[in-house]
């Protein structure tokens, strides 16, 4: 034990210097730190009056907590966003599961059946007795979660249809999925986002109003799709030919070999790859804040002008800046988990 | 959009602006062309965008290093440095470094100052300017020259060591040649140039030059940010050396030093510099987050500003597109020769 703390913090004079002058920074950045996060901070309490110590003034979260979640949307009705997270959890947790019968058909009529049904439910009207809840008034964590899952469903498929194109054997197709791709990656999704929500309503038949937050989620999509596109062509290159060909020697079309034969394989080389696109998708949708639709960095963004709580930024970058964290951090971690366990399961 | 009465071309472009542009280095002002606004918003983006790379290449080449560490606290605070940055939105750490840390500074009055020429406020990072940058050109020419003759110094010890097998110290002349000397040249010209250095005049610093904070804030985001990346990229290509070929160079009696110069780099960086190239590329296009706090780069005063005053979204949508494009563009085909090339060396 000391002999390996020995080998790997003292090994050299320099060695004991680095680690030193290290264990003393982090010292002199670690103790503030946790006296203002948590010892000297200020965790119960109403009002910014409450808030006494030096520390942080969680008090502000508390108060804000349920716009933090919810943005604007009306308090009466916020269990529908509630039905609707637990909805797709539960869906998602029982298709996770590998022995499950029809899991495939199953998981495509989920994927049909849910999206509309969720939008139904957060929007009410439309027949079905619920209240009105306009866009506008979506926002916090459910519309970064929104936008991130409403975005991810559009851009996985479009974004393997475009991999295929790109390496079909039509030279239009060919030519139309590199034109689409290398456009959607050469330009900064800032002005994919504004291309959005200044462009669609000026192309689409008067009359068609395109919705603020559908013109958002249809921009990310398409410029996650076209990387998606390239990760997924990651994985149909690393498939050796003999896959595709010995399908074809047994006479099946090209959709079936896809479907059946290249795709899973495929994408279960991109898997890695597709989460990343995944990861920066979620971190992509904080630019919404560009067009002024609040999502969870908007509305901690926008809490700061609230006069009642004037200088707990800090508190709000913090908050906002943890779960963004934690998200990211917990799906990078489980792409990292689950190739551990296919290259494993291969290997045996 | 006839019905809507927008107008169409690209006629706009040679109008007055009206724009006020607070942070430019072009001397642009309201009276200027819509045209002289846009290629204001280019040199800021440009310039963000270089000062970026430059300072992320560096935090990343040290952090990546810093990872493969065999001193456990040091690869550990690496570690913890990209988990950081990479988990966390950009547009999270533009805000932050803009409305958090910038905005708590103090006033002018109570600055922080470096060696009493540079000032650090919440208006803003106060720098020294030259006033005549005669010195500062010619040390710059002198560096250019320096770099020439290093590359000919090289090829002739290659030539030399091929033909005679006598071996030249080309790495230590080197670091004289193209490190000492040019520091030497800059130091002297600095010095003998006359320096407009910010004073602080009543309740502001007069004099030098004054990067708005909302530059600061960018710029600190941006490389930080990408920094997190590059010392990923830097790791991936270290590790695809395989071991066997550093335990062969030491088995051949080369020194640490020389392994690390002559077997792990010449490997290495033909697996760093397409990613490398990609986050610069990435750097470029994520300069447009300073729409985000009103730094003037090119969404911010030609989509936005520009925009809202003309109303020629069509035009100005493709314009700006096009500026990106032609850049990513010209990216990748150098990747795509880079990449070429490369293929043709290893065998």
Redesign the interface.
């Known amino acids: 034990m000391i002999q390996t703390l020995r080998r790997?913090?003292f090994?050299t004079p320099i060695?004991a210097v680095?680690?030193i002058l290290?264990?003393y920074i982090?010292w002199r950045i670690a103790v503030p730190l946790v006296h203002w996060l948590v010892l000297d901070a200020t965790w119960h309490g109403t009002t910014r009056e409450d808030c006494k110590g030096d520390g942080a003034c969680w008090v502000f979260i508390r108060a804000r907590f349920g716009q933090f979640m919810y943005g604007q949307y009306p308090v009466p009705e916020r269990w529908r966003v509630d039905v609707v997270a637990v909805l797709f959890v539960l869906v998602g947790a029982a298709l996770s599961r590998r022995n499950l019968p029809h899991r495939g058909r199953l998981a495509l009529a989920a994927t049909i059946v849910l999206p509309p049904l969720g939008v139904v439910l957060l929007h009410g009207a439309w027949g079905t007795g619920l209240r009105l809840v306009e866009t506008r008034e979506w926002g916090g964590l459910m519309l970064t979660l929104f936008l991130t899952l409403y975005a991810g469903l559009i851009a996985g498929p479009l974004g393997v249809l475009l991999a295929l194109g790109r390496r079909s054997r039509l030279p239009l197709i060919r030519f139309v999925s590199v034109v689409f791709i290398?456009?959607w990656?050469?330009?900064?999704i800032?002005?994919v986002i504004?291309?959005a929500s200044?462009?669609l309503p000026?192309i689409m038949p008067t009359g068609i109003d395109v919705d603020r937050l559908a013109r958002a989620v249809i921009g990310l999509a398409f410029v996650i799709a076209a990387y998606m596109a390239e990760a997924v062509r990651g994985g149909l290159q690393a498939l050796p030919d003999g896959q595709t060909e010995a399908a074809q020697a047994l006479g099946l079309g090209y959709w079936r070999i896809q479907r059946m034969i290249v795709l899973p394989q495929a994408l279960r080389i991109a898997l890695p790859a597709m989460t990343n696109e995944f990861?920066s998708l979620f971190?992509?949708t904080?630019?919404v804040?560009?067009v002024s639709i609040f999502d969870l960095?908007g509305i901690a963004?926008a809490a700061?002008a609230d006069p009642a709580w004037v200088g707990m930024?800090?508190e709000a970058?913090v908050f906002?800046?943890a779960i963004?964290?934690f998200a990211?951090?917990g799906m990078?971690q489980w792409s990292r988990l689950r190739e551990k366990r296919l290259r494993t399961a291969h290997d045996r | 959009?006839l019905k809507a009465g927008i107008a169409s071309g690209f006629n706009f472009l040679w109008r007055d602006s009206g724009i006020e542009v607070p942070f430019n280095l072009t001397g642009y002002k309201p009276s200027d062309t819509i045209l002289a606004l846009l290629w204001t918003g280019i040199v800021n983006t440009l310039l963000v965008s270089a000062v970026s790379i430059v300072v992320a290449t560096v935090i990343g080449f040290s952090v990546g290093l810093a990872r493969l560490s065999?001193?456990?606290?040091?690869s550990a605070?690496a570690t913890f440095y990209v988990?950081?940055v990479?988990?966390?939105?950009?547009?999270?750490f533009v805000?932050?470094w803009y409305?958090?840390v910038l905005?708590?500074l103090p006033m002018p009055r109570a600055s922080f100052g470096l060696f009493d020429v540079v000032f650090l406020n919440r208006r803003g990072l106060s720098i020294p300017t030259p006033q005549d940058v005669t010195g500062l050109r010619l040390a710059l020419l002198a560096t250019v020259v320096l770099i020439g003759a290093q590359v000919l110094l090289v090829r002739w010890a290659h030539a030399r060591q091929a033909r005679t097998g006598r071996d030249f110290p080309v790495w230590p002349v080197g670091a004289v040649v193209c490190g000492v000397l040019p520091v030497l040249a800059f130091v002297a010209a600095g010095l003998a140039t006359s320096w407009d250095v910010p004073v602080l005049r009543g309740f502001n610093y007069r004099g030098g030059f004054v990067l708005v904070p909302e530059f600061v804030a960018l710029f600190a985001a941006l490389s930080t940010y990408t920094a997190g990346f590059i010392a990923e990229a830097v790791r991936g290509g270290i590790l695809s050396v395989r071991q066997g070929q550093i335990d062969a160079a030491l088995a051949l009696g080369l020194s640490r030093g020389r392994v690390i110069r002559l077997v792990v780099i010449p490997q290495a960086m033909p697996v760093i510099i397409p990613p490398l190239t990609s986050q610069y590329l990435n750097l470029v296009?994520?300069s447009?987050?300073g729409?985000?706090i009103a730094y003037p780069e090119i969404?911010a005063v030609f989509?936005g500003s520009a925009?809202v005053s003309t109303g020629q979204?069509?035009e100005i949508?493709a314009i700006?597109?096009a500026i990106?494009?032609t850049?990513?563009?010209a990216v990748?085909l150098f990747m795509n020769w880079y990449n070429a090339r490369h293929k043709l060396v290893t065998r």
């Open positions: 790997r913090l090994a060695d680095v680690t290290g264990l982090a290398e456009f990656r050469g330009v900064p800032i002005t504004f291309l200044i462009l000026l990861i971190k992509s904080t630019l804040l560009i960095l963004q700061l930024n800090m970058y906002a800046g963004y964290w990211c951090f990078s | 959009m065999h001193n456990w606290l040091l605070f988990e950081f990479r988990n966390i939105p950009l547009l999270f805000l932050f409305f958090g905005a708590a296009k994520n447009s987050f729409a985000a969404v989509m925009l979204s069509i949508i700006t597109l990106y494009l850049l990513s563009l990748s």
